[in-house]
Antibody, heavy 123, light 108 residues
Framework: QITLKESGPTQVKPTQTLTLTCTFSGFSLLSTGVAVGWMRQPPGKALEWLALVYWDDDKRYSPTLRSRLTITKDTSKNQVVLTMTNMDPVDTATYYC???????????????WGQGTLVTVYS | SSELTQDPAVSVALGQTVRITCQGDTLRFYYAGWYQQKPGQAPVLVIFGKNNRPSGIPDRFSGSSSGNTASLTISGAQAEDEADYYCNSRANGSNHVVFGGGTKLTVL
């Protein structure tokens, strides 16, 4: 059974850097085709993809947020970390991590999601 | 373009069939995934690949695709199907990921 859980601060101030950790179980980020993605969802709005890290350490970022995002993996801890710099109130959202189905490569579909963590950026 | 377009809202009478669509050039090359999201909950995958349902998803959910349009069909909609539905895919020509803007389904 695949599980993922996001953790990190619930509140940050403008201009600060947000660091979120996704801790997972039930799969290995060393297995071919596996990837973990981060998405976010502002209150009442749509899902937005942020970043994706593959088993081979290939990393992809949203073109609109690329300059602010860094995604890394720690296979020994079964964790994926997302950092987002220069936080702004518009970045207030629920942040999700999710497992990408390796058997559907090259397609990208997420079959298991974390519960999400709400991050509020307040001044 | 790598965008995915969905109708913002759709309604269906209880027990009737409804189709939710997702349009984008990338769908000519890549499968859409379909997700159901209820208020306060994380998205749940309901359709993947050509037309596959994860374990536990009722068989009233089905998927199809033609050209640049992917569709999610709910045959015999139930009250519990009222939710937001999102499509996603890989963006053509890159390794980026895209999501549609979501469709709010109301079951009357």
């Amino acid at each position: 059974q695949i599980t993922l859980k996001e953790s990190g601060p619930t509140q940050v101030k403008p201009t600060q850097t947000l660091t979120l950790t996704c801790t997972f179980s039930g799969f290995s980020l060393l297995s071919t085709g596996v990837a973990v993605g981060w998405m976010r969802q502002p209150p009442g709005k749509a899902l937005e993809w942020l970043a994706l890290v593959y088993w081979d350490d290939d990393k992809r970022y949203s073109p609109t947020l690329r300059s602010r995002l860094t995604i890394t993996k720690d296979t020994s801890k079964n964790q994926v970390v997302l950092t987002m710099t220069n936080m702004d109130p518009v970045d207030t959202a629920t942040y999700y991590c999710a497992h990408r189905m390796p058997q559907l490569a090259p397609h990208v579909t997420f079959d298991s999601w974390g519960q999400g963590t709400l991050v509020t950026v307040y001044s | 373009s790598s965008e995915l377009t969905q109708d913002p809202a759709v309604s269906v009478a209880l027990g009737q069939t409804v189709r939710i669509t997702c349009q984008g050039d990338t769908l000519r090359f890549y499968y859409a995934g379909w997700y159901q999201q209820k208020p306060g909950q994380a998205p749940v995958l309901v359709i993947f690949g050509k037309n596959n349902r994860p374990s536990g998803i009722p068989d009233r959910f089905s998927g199809s695709s033609s050209g640049n349009t992917a569709s999610l069909t709910i045959s015999g909609a139930q009250a519990e199907d009222e939710a937001d539905y999102y499509c996603n895919s890989r963006a053509n020509g890159s390794n980026h990921v895209v999501f549609g803007g979501g469709t709010k389904l109301t079951v009357l």
